[in-house]
Nanobody, 123 residues
């Protein structure tokens, strides 16, 4: 079992930055890929970024490329999502998740999820 807890969401204006944190606890030794997803009201949960911390590989999407970065502090078992140049369309609940296998961009590939943190970007 892995427990995930996100934090760092909030209300910001367009162009500003936020850093989300995802603290992992429990059986984290097998969670070598951690991902971030987001879900806007009435929409599906979409992939944002993921990190394979063993291989140093980062996965992202065009919508956040160049604006968001993902990193992991192994000592703290925490994954971060640094979000810069935020846009109103980034408004969503952001979730972190622990990968279990398959396509890193597919929600079905993740076994454990956090409760989510709200990010609201005003124009």
């Amino acid at each position: 079992q892995v427990q995930l807890a996100e934090s760092g969401g909030g209300l910001v204006q367009a162009g500003e930055s936020l850093r989300l944190s995802c603290a992992a606890s429990g059986s984290t030794s097998s969670t070598y890929i951690m991902g971030w997803f987001r879900q806007a009201p009435g929409k599906e949960r979409d992939f944002v970024m993921a990190i394979n911390w063993k291989l140093g590989v980062i996965y992202d999407t065009n919508s956040v490329k160049g604006r968001f970065t993902i990193s992991r502090d192994n000592a703290k078992n925490t994954v971060y999502l640094q979000m810069n140049s935020l846009k109103p369309e980034d408004t969503a609940v952001y979730y972190c998740a622990a990968f279990r296998g398959g396509n890193v961009a597919d929600t079905k590939s993740y076994a454990y999820w956090g409760q989510g943190t709200q990010v609201t970007v005003s124009s």
